[in-house]
């Protein structure tokens, strides 16, 4: 397509960011098609290593060694092992995340794991009998933690982040939030809430699934307590592949599992009636690990041990991107034909864009049939994810360009 009449040449502009960008070459690295792709935020691309290092897995490792895989092809310990490998993404330290299970089965043990723990503090004040939720929360969070409250005899309050810290009590015993807001693309202030939470005396659930493999989360910096995430958005791990939790260190002999399984037993093939939790992070383990998923996810990690690849260096590219993103739509798009929701600032910005637009759903639907594939949240919301490790500049300012002309009909 050429530029819009009258309109700045910001396609220039693109490919001279793209010859400078450092990470561009990883584009090669995963498997794209003409299509400019951005819903890695729903959805990560397939790294393309990652078909034949699960066909070994099938053919070979189950194939031909079978049962003897879970020992010599290292299944047994692959959600510490693969944990492992994440932690630096979150920023943290060896021996405190597990992988395995669902976002909404680890919202459910960090929370209600994070109220037992507030209870037994005990002391001379009221009983902690409240749990704060993130009110703009992705719903399965609203929904898992209405049924911790249940579950633990706590009342349940929505409250919007930035309200938590005047909303915070001595009866709060754990306050469930979400680190980038899902509709909207807003970054909110880890540190300051977590020290917020820990001044009152509570514990702080967070939600990573719109930040872990975009953008610095420091979990052990700022000393997070518990956290949860999704793995198949920016660390690619394929659909349906398994979640993360993050256990503090020094909360590890503490965690009380409200899904006290096998895998997470002091003896798992003693057998024994009696549960006894196993120390370290183990103990967020609950039945048999998903093994298929699990060396996907394992595969697709790969590209974090290129060369020049750190998070520090995708957040740079992240903020290039979705600031060259809002500046072309700025340029090409009609004055009036959509409203950014998602913050300028970049401190308080994740790495999407989130355009609120008359008849949302329609205008997608015409952009994927255009070949630019975005998503559509209700009623109103064009969401767009950058995923650095494979978004170039060229993308932004075709996306934009060709938002422009469907706008225009």
């Not at 690295?29 to 691309?45: E, I, K, M, P, Q």
């Not at 999704?230 to 599992?257: E, I």
């Not at 790495?351 to 205008?363: F, K, N």
């Amino acid at each position: 397509m050429s530029e819009l009449p009258g309109r700045p040449d910001l396609g220039s502009a693109a490919e001279e960011l793209d010859a400078a960008d450092p990470l561009a070459a990883l584009r090669a690295r995963f498997v794209l098609d003409d299509v400019t792709y951005l819903d890695g935020n729903s959805l990560g691309a397939l790294p393309a290593h990652v078909p034949a290092r699960v066909e070994d897995v099938v053919r070979r490792q189950w194939g031909e060694l079978r049962i003897r895989s879970w020992e010599e092809s290292g299944w047994w310990t692959a959600p510490e092992r693969i944990g492992d490998r994440i932690a630096p993404l979150v920023g943290a330290a060896a021996g405190q995340v597990v992988v395995g299970d669902s976002t909404s089965v680890n919202v459910f043990k960090a929370l209600v794991a994070a109220v037992r723990m507030a209870q037994e503090d005990g002391g001379a004040g009221p009983i902690r009998d409240e749990i704060l939720v993130d009110a703009t929360t992705f719903p399965t969070d609203g929904y898992i933690a209405e049924s911790a409250a249940r579950m633990t005899g706590c009342a349940l309050r929505p409250v919007a982040p930035s309200e938590v810290p005047g909303a915070l009590g001595d009866r709060t015993a754990a306050v469930l939030l979400n680190h980038v807001d899902y509709r909207t693309g807003r970054l909110h202030d880890l540190p300051a809430l977590t020290a917020a939470v820990h001044a009152a005396g509570a514990y702080a659930v967070w939600d990573l699934c719109h930040s872990a493999g975009a953008l610095p989360v420091g979990l052990d910096e700022h000393g997070v307590d518990l956290a949860v995430g999704c793995t198949y958005k920016y660390l690619n791990g394929g659909p349906g592949s398994p979640a993360y939790l993050y256990v503090r260190r020094d909360l590890q002999p503490r965690f009380d599992s409200p899904l006290p399984g096998w895998n997470s037993h002091a003896e798992p093939f003693g057998m024994r009636s009696e549960y006894a939790p196993a120390s370290g992070a183990v103990r967020g383990r609950v039945g048999t690990p998903d093994i298929l998923s699990l060396l996907a996810l394992e595969a697709a990690l790969d590209v974090w041990d290129e060369e020049g690849v750190s998070v520090a260096a995708v957040r740079a590219k992240s903020l290039a991107l979705t600031d060259f993103f809002l500046r072309c739509v700025g340029a090409y798009v009609p004055d009036g034909r959509v409203e950014s929701v998602t913050p300028a600032a970049h401190a308080e910005r994740g790495s999407q864009v989130a355009l609120r637009c008359d008849d949302a759903g329609e205008v997608m639907k015409r952009l994927i049939e255009r070949g630019v594939v975005g998503d559509y949240r209700a009623p109103d919301v064009l969401r767009f994810g950058f995923t650095p490790l494979y978004v170039g500049f060229a993308d932004v300012e075709r996306a934009a360009r060709v938002l422009a002309r469907t706008l225009a009909g």
